[in-house]
């Protein structure tokens, strides 16, 4: 503090800028308090009767700390930073920790680093885990390799690294096996994510025990109370996939327990649903709409997630803090109506920008395979075959045994039985697999992907092979993203050429082609249940029971082995 801020915090000079009477939404007490917030050089100078040199009179309106997502993948948004930045400012979102595996599965450091670059003075404050479980499994294969501890060790006293990224190899954690341990060490001291669905009782302990000390996928509240009585953090996750909110924040709310160990995440949240509902201003509105106090359904908005991990100067209005502040007229729909980072009002201007920056050619050349052909995704036909059933509004599948439509021996697909294809796309194995799946309904054509969790494998699907292998030329060709095929010709695309996940056009023009293409999908039979592209995406993760198709072929996740094992 200088002279000069002391002498603005007392009142005796004034202050640079003034938020005039509005009421402040006091995360530390839970209160309102209607007063004024003095702001110079980016930071909060005081709460109480100020003047100023400029002011704002904010009369009947709340003024809020920024929103902090604490748990989200930038690559999920198909956006580079800067462009998923100025989606989330404007949503009130000015914080965020950020888990970069999906790109790292792909790049390995080389991603990491570019990421790490590209997050720098942004409309929201990105910072990172690093990530625990590259691969995810040992069942495939992904472009980087294995992420060990010695290779995470520079990152961990690097600026923006805040602790270690979700542990999904919880079983690995728990056992206390090695690879796991070594990693954690290295975060001893600072925070390490979970990601452990489902565990109860001496696993709990055990994961807990190992230093893990949050987890996203709790999926009852029964569930996140017995993790936040184990001495869990919990985040309640509001995405576009997965929804726990209402379940969580009403159980606990009945249980009478604490929530000041709650936060809110999303995850996987798509922009186009961020502009319509909101971000971490949704969970916030939906908390109040469930009986949760709004200062303190706020605060676990805010607060609760900066304590936890440990962001210094955000998640409050207060001396000291920096000045991220939201201006929202209904406090219960939670919209800003302005937003303030580092002391200055956000313009269309600032929403606007070209935040630039290059990305590294090898992070633009990560689609490597060579040519598919029809006796690579030939199928035999038995008398009965393993089929994968997609259920409508679920990334679980059922694991079916039916006969399906064959010709000379081989399966043909049809407008019940689509082809699901995995082809490695790291230039490693050049393993091709493929299976029939029941559900996703498309007619004259096929879509294909080059996302697919967590090793963004190609993945595609569709009622004939000259459209499949249409499709995944094209995405080779363009190093990477959407494609939809039909009769022999391309009907839809979208390039995600940065390690074949993200884009840095801008976001409306990614939004109005993902929406079109949509259109097209579902005019070819895709099921309106269904989201062609982010339904495949998952199909090959192995850890969503109950049967998976990975490039090495069919997996049955309950009894976690290879069905031609």
Not at 407 to 434: M, Q, W
Request: proline share 3%; net charge negative; with cysteine.
């Amino acid at each position: 503090m200088t002279e000069k801020e002391s002498r603005m915090a007392r009142g005796l000079e004034p202050a640079d800028l003034v938020l005039k009477n509005g009421t402040v939404i006091n995360v530390f007490t839970d209160e309102m308090i209607k007063a004024d917030v003095a702001v110079s050089g980016g930071k909060i100078i005081g709460v109480g009767h100020y003047s100023g040199l400029e002011e704002i009179d904010c009369t009947g309106r709340y003024l809020a700390p920024g929103f902090i997502d604490a748990h989200v993948h930038i690559e999920s948004s198909m956006l580079v930073p800067g462009e998923f930045s100025k989606v989330l400012a404007k949503a009130g979102t000015l914080s965020i920790v950020a888990d970069p595996h999906e790109a790292v599965n792909v790049s390995g450091g080389a991603a990491l680093d570019w990421l790490l670059s590209a997050s720098r003075g942004l409309l929201a404050d990105m910072y990172f885990m690093i990530p625990s479980a590259v691969p995810a499994s040992d069942l495939e294969t992904n472009g980087a390799g294995e992420f060990l501890a010695e290779d995470m060790e520079k990152y961990a006293s690097m600026e923006g690294v805040i602790g270690l990224g979700e542990t999904m190899r919880f079983l690995d954690v728990i056992a206390a096996e090695k690879r796991m341990t070594d990693k954690i060490e290295i975060f001893r001291d600072r925070r390490v994510d979970g990601h452990a669905p489902g565990i109860t009782g001496g696993d709990v302990q055990a994961y807990r025990l190992a230093g893990v000390d949050s987890d996203h996928e709790c999926s009852s509240a029964a569930e996140a109370l017995e993790k936040l009585r184990a001495g869990f953090a919990v985040l309640a996750r509001e995405g576009s996939g997965a929804k726990n909110v209402e379940d969580i924040i009403s159980g606990l709310l009945d249980e009478g327990v604490s929530l000041d160990r709650v936060m809110f995440c999303t995850d996987d949240k798509h922009t186009a649903e961020i502009k319509k509902e909101g971000h971490i201003s949704t969970c916030v509105r939906k908390a109040i709409e469930l009986g949760v106090p709004a200062a303190k359904a706020y605060r676990m908005g805010s607060l609760n997630a900066a304590e936890h991990y440990g962001l210094k100067g955000k998640g409050a209005v207060g001396a000291g803090y920096d000045a991220d502040i939201l201006i929202i007229d209904d406090l219960e729909t939670v919209v800003p109506s302005a937003v303030m980072k580092g002391g200055r009002m956000l313009t269309e201007a600032d929403y606007g920008k070209d935040f630039g920056g290059s990305v590294p050619q090898e992070l633009l050349e990560t689609v490597i395979f060579g040519k598919v052909t029809v006796s690579d995704i030939t199928v035999t036909a038995g008398e009965k075959n393993d089929v994968i059933c997609m259920n409508p509004h679920s990334l679980v599948t059922t694991h079916r045994q039916e006969k399906v439509g064959s010709e000379n021996g081989l399966f043909v697909p049809d407008d019940v039985y689509s082809k699901l294809c995995v082809i490695e796309r790291h230039g490693k194995t050049g393993e091709i697999s493929a299976a029939p799946v029941k559900g996703f309904g498309i007619v004259n054509g096929a879509v294909a992907t080059s996302v697919a969790h967590d090793s963004h494998n190609i993945i595609a699907a569709g009622d004939n092979d000259g459209d499949i292998i249409e499709a995944v030329e094209e995405l080779r060709n363009m190093q990477g993203g959407y494609v939809i095929a039909s009769g022999g010709r391309i009907a839809g695309r979208l390039p995600l050429p940065v390690c074949g996940l993200m884009t840095d056009k801008p976001c409306s023009e990614v939004e109005d082609t993902v929406r079109d293409m949509l259109d097209t999908a579902h005019n070819m039979g895709v099921s309106r249940d269904i989201d062609p592209f982010i339904t495949l995406s998952f199909m090959a993760l192995t850890v969503i029971p109950e049967l998976r198709l990975t490039e090495r072929g069919l997996f049955d996740v309950n009894e976690m082995s290879y069905l031609n094992a």
